[in-house]
């Protein structure tokens, strides 16, 4: 079965950091790639960043470049999103997913196959 599981979400103030986790599990890690995205009250899910786990491909949105980072530790079969200088427009639940990454970074919900349930980040001013 696959599974993905996000984990580190929570309250930070203005300027704070968070890692947040996603633990996989049910497939061949090196095999896909695990996008995070976000989804904040009335606004559509937006992909944020990417990696694929076979070569280390990474992908951000401008809103988050420079401010977080993606990696992958493929023995654990885990990701993670280091979130830097947060912004209370970052407040979301964040979510990961599986995707196949050939040419272009797949930034949109449709290109994912796999969710995890979500993790609540929140940023106060």
């Known amino acids: 079965e696959v599974q993905l599981v996000e984990s580190g979400g929570g309250l930070v103030q203005a300027g704070g950091s968070l890692r947040l986790s996603c633990a996989v599990s049910?497939?061949?890690?090196?095999?896909?790639?695990i996008g995070w995205f976000r989804q904040a009250p009335g606004k559509e899910r937006e992909g944020i960043s990417c990696?694929?786990?076979?070569?280390?491909?990474?992908w951000y949105d401008y809103s988050v470049k420079g401010r977080f980072t993606i990696s992958s530790d493929n023995a654990k079969n885990t990701v993670y999103l280091q979130m830097n200088s947060l912004k209370p427009e970052d407040t979301a639940v964040y979510y990961c997913?599986?995707?196949?990454?050939?040419?272009?970074?797949?930034?949109?919900?449709?290109?994912?196959?796999?969710w995890g349930q979500g993790t609540q980040v929140t940023v106060s001013s």
């Open positions: 997913a599986r995707t196949s990454w050939v040419t272009t970074p797949p930034t949109n919900v449709y290109e994912y196959d796999y």
């Open positions: 049910g497939f061949t890690f090196d095999d896909y790639a």
């Open positions: 990696i694929s786990s076979s070569d280390g491909r990474t």
